[in-house]
C-alpha cells in the first residue's frame, strides 16, 4: 500500500499532534565530490584550447544536514571513507578533547563507502539528535 503524503495531511497532523515547529525536523544527506571542476572556463578570445585542471579523483564523502521547521540549523555530520577503527578514524578525524585543524561544530564519521547506514545513523543520533533534544528541552524526542 502506498501512502500519499501531502502537505495539507503534513499540516493536520502538526495540529492534531499539538506540534511545535522546533519538534519537526527535516533530516537530508548528500555526496560532495572533493573534486568538483567548474563549468566555466575563462581563456582569451580565439584559444583553440582551453584547459580545465582537476585531478581525476572520484573521492567523495556524505554530509547530513538537518532543520527544524522553525528554521533552527542542527549541528551537520560528515562521513568520510574508511572503518570504524581504521587509520582515518583513530589518526585524522577530531578525537574529544584533542586540537586539531577540523572546524568546530561538525561531527565526523567514518564509513566504507562514505555513506550513512544503520551505524552512522546511530552515530547521528547520538551524537546530533539526543544532544540536540537535551539541550532545547525537547519533550518529544
Avoid at 544527506?29 to 580545465?52: H, M, Q, R, V, W
Amino acid at each position: 500500500m502506498v501512502l500519499k503524503f501531502s502537505l495539507e495531511r503534513v499540516n493536520s497532523a502538526i495540529e492534531i499532534y499539538n506540534l511545535d515547529p522546533e519538534d519537526i525536523v527535516n533530516m537530508d544527506e548528500t555526496n560532495f565530490y572533493f573534486d568538483s571542476p567548474s563549468d566555466t572556463t575563462l581563456a582569451k578570445k580565439g584559444a583553440k584550447t582551453i584547459g580545465i585542471s582537476d585531478t581525476g579523483s572520484s573521492s567523495r564523502c556524505t554530509v547530513m544536514l538537518a532543520v527544524t521547521l522553525s528554521g533552527q540549523k542542527l549541528p551537520p555530520m560528515i562521513i568520510f571513507k574508511g572503518t570504524a577503527a581504521g587509520i582515518i578514524a583513530k589518526n585524522e578525524l577530531p578525537q574529544e578533547g584533542c586540537a586539531n585543524d577540523y572546524p568546530g561544530g561538525i561531527v565526523y564519521a567514518t564509513q566504507e563507502s562514505a555513506w550513512n547506514d544503520h551505524r552512522t545513523m546511530l552515530v547521528w543520533v547520538q551524537q546530533i539528535w539526543e544532544p540536540w533534544c537535551q539541550k532545547n528541552n525537547r519533550k518529544k524526542c
